[in-house]
């Protein structure tokens, strides 16, 4: 799991105190949870303080008798946090460091850092503590807010629950005179969900009540937003016209308008954010779904659009993309791979092969546990193609737990001769809380494979949740787990990852290796990931090698290991444990 059992115990502490101080107002509530804070942080001096624009800060609790700033300094430094892009801001006198850090509107939580420095654990405690605090202030905020006001809220007529919008979605599908085409459009937007967006829930309320009045596709009874996510909106625009081009021609003219409108920024409370978003678009009659159910039809129209919206991505010449003829097949292969996987676990459809990494003297040391998917009535479907269904369905947990059963079980097993097989994983099983628990479980199931199983994880997977991964990977390596960081390269932060995570090896990335010998660049940035990697003490592992000339060169400036087509292709659990007899 991502936290340890000292603060697993103190957030269900916080839970507690928030369930029995109910009744009671924002300051009661937080001295008690400072006071909990306290005791796992000794060394850190903790305050809460309220800062209102007109007026000076106030106390609301405190850690210590005295305060860890002044007041007014406090004031000044709240008031330059709130006009920066930043959440946290160090304010540093008198030999003192003090971390400041928003919790909710006008709410900061000032820390007095201990003079010595301070250990990295604690610091990330700090910031799991910030962002769970900052959760029960806000929802304490929000309750005040709503018992205290007298004042009808800022109007999101135009803005439905989803569930109202689906059901006027149904209800479209149900009524016999619409001739002409209707549009369903996702609009997701990216650049939204910063830091400050998970700290200020009512920053998001702000921003979509902003981008709403941006859409401007209408105001009349044939238009509906909801909001599907915290930033995914819905637009449904009943029976356009019954020419399908000049409907084309309408919905891209608004949505067109609606990307000029977001190139010019958006301000909340003098704060100016600027925002990109991707948009799918379903042109459709009712007629053009034959299913009986009104409501099976709605589901349908959804997931086409949302299927047409996860197609655009940064390379798209622009950020919406229209559901055609063309993606029809497409789509309908996806819902095939989406209700086969649903029976694939329960019918024993995966299985595993193994890519061998070979050392200096061509020996086998390690292998590379691979996932395959045959199918009665898909065939052979590529890992390419099914693992990001799997990831969206939330399919790939119990995969990933099949897949590492079946490598523990092979190590204690037939496969003792092996150094260790690696498994690869993706940000949604990281993210699942039980995970760590689960391999613990595995560990203690086949103990000769403790030690021996090595987790390979994408630079794209770390920089999801840096510090999330940062602390499972702590607490896996003291487990006996090792890990690999793949495609090591290709990412915007390599360099901080062999820095921040607990790494063993680092496989460079085949698009470096393919060709290397023809190339003067690439065999520069090989050969320095090969030393940068001697200087982190970290195994380099060469994948993606396939031909001769390539292997030779790397074998020559020093690479540790290899793996590739070359050496060897994947094969089977018999073919591997023959080839480690020989």
């Not at 003098?270 to 990109?276: A, E, N, Y």
């Not at 699942?432 to 997977?461: F, H």
Request: proline share 2%; with cysteine.
């Amino acid at each position: 799991m991502y936290l340890n059992e000292e603060l697993y115990t103190l957030f269900r502490k916080y839970e507690l105190i928030e369930t029995l101080q109910a009744e009671n107002g924002m300051s009661g509530m937080m001295q008690k949870c400072i006071a909990e804070t306290a005791s796992i942080l000794p060394d850190f001096k903790i305050a809460i303080v309220q800062s209102h624009s007109a007026r000076s800060a106030t106390l609301l609790c405190s850690s210590h008798k005295t305060l860890p700033l002044s007041l007014n300094r406090v004031k000044k430094a709240a008031d330059l946090l709130k006009y920066s892009t930043e959440d946290t801001l160090l304010v540093r006198f008198a030999n003192k460091t003090i971390r400041l850090s928003i919790l909710c509107d006008h709410t900061y939580l000032c820390v007095d850092l201990p003079n010595n420095t301070c250990q990295r654990s604690a610091l990330a405690k700090l910031s799991l503590i910030s962002v769970e605090l900052a959760i029960i202030a806000t929802r304490k905020q929000r309750e005040l807010n709503s018992s205290n006001s007298t004042i009808v809220p800022k109007s999101t007529d135009n803005m439905t629950e989803f569930s109202c919008f689906f059901e006027s979605l149904t209800t479209l599908f149900d009524k016999k005179n619409i001739s002409g085409y209707s549009a369903l459009i996702f609009i997701d937007f990216e650049r939204f969900s910063s830091a400050k967006d998970f700290v200020r829930f009512s920053f998001n309320d702000d921003m979509l009540l902003l981008i709403q009045e941006h859409v401007s596709f209408g105001l009349n009874n044939n238009v509906m937003i909801a909001r599907v996510e915290h930033d995914l909106l819905a637009v449904l625009l009943q029976d356009i016209t019954p020419s399908e081009s000049i409907a084309f021609e309408y919905v891209t003219k608004k949505i067109q308008h609606f990307r000029r409108k977001l190139k010019d920024h958006i301000s909340i409370d003098s704060q100016k954010f600027f925002l990109t978003f991707k948009a799918g678009i379903r042109l459709f009659k009712p007629s053009d779904f034959c299913d009986p159910r009104a409501s099976e039809n709605a589901k349908a129209l959804i997931k086409q659009t949302e299927f047409t919206m996860d197609l655009v991505t940064k390379e798209s010449e622009v950020p919406y993309l229209f559901f055609t003829d063309e993606l029809l097949f497409q789509y309908q292969r996806r819902i095939s791979i989406e209700n086969e996987l649903k029976l694939a676990l329960t019918n024993n459809e995966f299985y595993l092969v193994y890519q061998p990494i070979f050392d200096n003297d061509n020996n086998i040391m390690g292998a590379e546990a691979l996932l395959r998917w045959e199918n009665k009535l898909l065939g052979n479907v590529s890992p390419a193609e099914f693992i990001p269904i799997a990831e969206q369905s939330g399919l790939v947990i119990d995969i990933g737990n099949l897949v590492a059963e079946q490598v523990c079980k092979a190590l204690n097993s037939q496969l003792q001769d092996i150094k260790y097989i690696s498994i690869n994983v993706s940000c949604i099983q990281l993210k699942d809380s039980m995970y760590s628990d689960k391999l613990e479980y595995l560990l203690a199931k086949y103990p000769k494979s403790r030690g021996r199983l090595w987790i390979e994880i994408t630079e794209s997977v770390a920089m999801t949740y840096l510090k999330r991964t940062q602390l499972l990977m702590n607490e896996l390596r003291a487990k006996g787990i090792r890990f690999m960081l793949d495609d090591f390269g290709t990412g915007h932060s390599s360099l901080a990852y062999l820095n921040e995570l607990p790494l063993s090896t680092v496989k460079v990335d085949r698009c470096f290796i393919s060709g290397v010998t023809k190339c003067k660049k690439k065999q520069a940035i090989v050969e320095s990931i090969r030393k940068l990697s001697e200087s982190f003490s970290l195994n380099c592992v060469a994948e993606g090698i396939e031909n001769e000339s390539d292997y030779t060169f790397l074998k020559t400036i020093g690479v540790d290991s290899f793996q590739g087509f070359l050496l060897s292709k994947p094969i089977s659990q018999d073919e591997l444990i023959k080839t480690l007899s020989i």
